[in-house]
């Protein structure tokens, strides 16, 4: 049901059950908040969203308050600024006088708000109580003294991921958002994807940099430092500084690395190709003796960890695949001693990623005789940003590098993994060429496109019909494990990934993307693919010549160390 | 062994009691839990929480939130300090500083050795004794720093 209300003196048109910010937001009349997160449950927390409404005693919150047939809303008078003012003031009261040496600095949601209210000086000092930097986690650093008690990053957790990792702990002035028994996020059941990051308008909750190890390792004449990119790379880049989302783009990154300092640049993409060929040969294997379906890929960390922890009843179901990061860190590994003739410790592989998990599985797998880890750092695209910065490298001055190093021939399906649905569609054109011997034809899979958090999809290879469902949002896999244990029992294949849309949308990302910029992010991948000419897996020659002169057959026992990974659980305690 | 035999049966009482899955039933089985071992631990509030589908940090946060439950067990001795409004300006607040200071405890905390816990508690509804201590239930009224002293000397002479 419609109906006219008055905002600011202007008539404008409401519906019944929408909030009164929901309006406002349609017609463009900003109202700030530090604690609302579209898509998610109002709770009116910070209060900064306060409107006056003819007729109500009080300023009510704009972000949960429905609005009204007879309602007349002033969304911008000085007792609503002043209030504005005073909570900010007294949001800082407790807050540390740091920001000059805060990863948030410039970016922070709570600063920007402190200048917009002209804020000049500490008006309220609160007692503060000390509390201990989480810092144990490989992925996120947790500094509560930054909180402001949003509780942004709980309904992430808990509403998206379905995790609930962190949650208000204690009552009154003295509730914190904590763990239990206060345990490092490190230990406890959190999945690292650093959607909470993405969300935190403060500095409370950043992911563990790795600059500095980087840097070293750049400025070490004894190592061999060569980075790895995910497809979400040059799209990210591109959003900061500006360019043109061109094929070019990638090569201009390419440059870019090598100016900062990397030897040698590589495109992830090859290793999801390899992927591709592992988990189809898996497949192919499970629907021919029909045990251990449905399939779940298992490329994204999170994910894996989530099954880990807290369903471990479906570690035989998972691909045992690795994942690119980790096969292409190896195979870098391997490549780099054989050709360029240096020790395994010697090579230092950084990969350059739109996730925080992948720090942490970047320190699950070492080469067997030489103990030397995989993938020796990994920098969130946030980061990578930040040291290009740091680095002084002038966009518009580099020119773009062709592709040189071993390994760049890559099909579009690797590039597809950038986002849900995609490494699907990616899976299945290889699957159908392994399982028939023929090409997949048309390619395109429209089901398993767009925007959304769930995509289902009946695919007929053969003469068999192939049901495959793509997850994203761990709360939407949750739910998606539910309606298998209830009896579900048709689905092949599950694509699931952690972060809601996919890597686009990654824990690494850059902070508070709108919808735009992850439809733009997809576009730019979804190109690719369309232009490109190798678009499966199996058709890449790089990959076919690794399989005829060194890995053998697909999922075979030779190649197990380089490709496969044996899984086991974890319970919190 | 036998204790955790004894735990492990509470529990499974209580889950074929509590539904599997219904949240609701999360405060009532912390309550008899608290009743039956006087504090909840780790493994207790993984296994709540595995039976009623909630991450553990949700079980605790609850907890957390009310005084009634603890995570570690009070002391032979419970001395409880009121500090409502009444309590408060008789000046309980330079009362419970004495206790921690003879006791060697923070309110909230229980002595090493087990015997002594103190807390202090929002009013306890006898204003018209205030300031009131309460040590394992026995209300002691308007009382002082002295008297309180004494109390606690009795006590520590019949340590368990």
Redesign the interface.
């Known amino acids: 049901m419609q109906f006219e209300i008055e905002v600011n003196d202007e008539h404008v048109i409401a519906r019944r059950g929408e909030t009164i910010k929901n309006v406002l937001d349609r017609i463009g009349v900003k109202v700030p908040t530090l604690c609302h997160i579209n898509g998610f449950t109002p709770t009116g927390n910070c209060r900064l969203c306060v409107v006056e409404v003819d007729g109500l005693p009080g300023l009510v919150p704009s972000c949960s308050h429905p609005v009204e047939e007879w309602m007349k809303i002033r969304t911008h008078t000085p007792r609503v600024l002043k209030a504005r003012k005073t909570l900010v003031e007294l949001l800082l009261a407790g807050h540390p006088n740091d920001c000059l040496y805060c990863e948030k600095n410039g970016r922070c949601e709570l600063q920007e708000l402190s200048y917009e209210m002209q804020i000049r000086e500490r008006k309220y000092q609160s007692r503060r109580i000390p509390v201990q930097i989480d810092k144990a986690c490989p992925s996120i650093e947790r500094d509560p003294a930054k909180c402001i008690l949003c509780e942004r990053c709980i309904r992430v957790c808990n509403e998206m991921i379905g995790v609930g990792a962190i949650e208000i702990i204690g009552r009154g002035s003295e509730s914190r958002i904590g763990t239990t028994y206060n345990k490092g996020l490190n230990t406890n059941a959190c999945v690292k994807c650093g959607q909470c990051i993405t969300v935190c308008p403060t500095g409370a909750l950043i992911e563990k940099t790795a600059i500095h190890t980087v840097l070293e390792a750049l400025n070490n004449p004894r190592l061999y430092p060569v980075v790895q990119f995910s497809p979400t790379l040059p799209a990210a880049i591109a959003e900061e500084f500006n360019l043109k989302s061109t094929k070019d783009v990638l090569n201009i990154v390419r440059a870019a690395m090598k100016k900062m300092g990397f030897r040698q640049v590589f495109d992830i993409s090859m290793a999801a190709d390899l992927t591709l060929m592992e988990e189809a040969a898996e497949i192919a294997e499970r629907i021919r003796t029909q045990e251990g379906l449905p399939f779940f890929t298992s490329c994204c960390p999170s994910w894996v960890r989530y099954v880990e922890e807290l369903k471990p009843v479906y570690l035989s179901s998972l691909s045992t695949t690795r994942s690119p990061q980790q096969i292409m860190g190896r195979m870098i590994k391997q490549y780099i001693t054989t050709s360029a003739g240096q020790k395994a410790e010697d090579v230092f592989v950084v990969s350059a990623m739109p996730c925080t998990a992948k720090k942490e599985e970047a320190g699950k797998d070492f080469i067997k005789d030489t103990q030397v880890p995989f993938v020796d750092a990994v920098l969130t695209n946030r980061e990578i940003i930040k040291l290009i910065h740091l680095m002084g490298i002038d966009f518009s001055f580099l020119e773009p590098e062709p592709e040189d190093s071993a390994f760049s021939i890559r099909s579009s399906s690797g590039k597809l993994f950038g986002m849900a649905g995609g490494h699907l569609e990616g899976l299945i054109r290889t699957l159908h060429f392994q399982m028939t011997g023929q090409e997949m034809n048309p390619l395109k899979i429209q089901d398993l496109r767009g925007l959304k958090t769930r995509k289902e999809a009946r695919i007929k290879i053969g003469k068999q019909i192939i049901n495959v469902v793509s997850v994203s949002g761990l709360a939407h896999a949750k739910h998606l494990l539910e309606e298998i244990e209830a009896g579900r029992r048709e689905i092949h294949i599950v694509e699931v990934m952690a972060c809601p849309y996919g890597c686009l949308n990654g824990g690494g990302q850059r902070q508070g993307a709108d919808e735009k910029s992850l439809k733009s992010r997809m576009k730019i991948l979804y190109d690719i693919d369309e232009e490109e000419i190798i678009k499966a897996a199996h058709k890449n020659p790089t990959i076919t010549g690794l399989y005829e002169n060194f890995l053998g057959k697909p999922n075979n026992d030779r190649d197990r160390e380089f490709l496969h990974v044996s899984r086991v659980a974890r319970q919190e305690k | 062994m036998q204790q955790d035999d004894i735990m492990e049966q509470l529990l499974l009482d209580l889950f074929s009691k509590y539904p599997a899955g219904k949240k609701e039933g999360l405060i009532p089985i912390l309550q008899e839990i608290q009743e039956e071992k006087g504090s909840l631990t780790?493994?207790i509030?993984?296994a709540v929480a595995q039976h009623l589908e909630?991450?553990?940090?949700?079980?605790?946060?609850v907890a957390?939130?009310y005084n009634q439950f603890l995570?570690r067990p009070h002391g032979a001795f419970h001395i409880q300090v009121c500090d409502g409004t009444g309590c408060h300006l008789g000046g309980s607040v330079s009362l419970l500083t004495a206790v921690e200071k003879f006791l060697k405890i923070k309110a909230g905390n229980t002595s090493r050795d087990g015997q002594f816990s103190l807390e202090a508690v929002p009013c306890m509804g006898a204003c018209d004794q205030s300031p009131v201590i309460s040590i394992n239930g026995e209300r002691y009224p308007r009382i002082n720093e002295e008297e309180l002293r004494k109390i606690i000397g009795v006590i520590k002479e019949k340590k368990v």
């Not at chain 2, 909630?54 to 946060?61: A, D, M, Q, R």
């Open positions: 780790g493994e509030l993984t909630l991450p553990v940090n949700k079980v605790y946060g957390a939130f995570f």
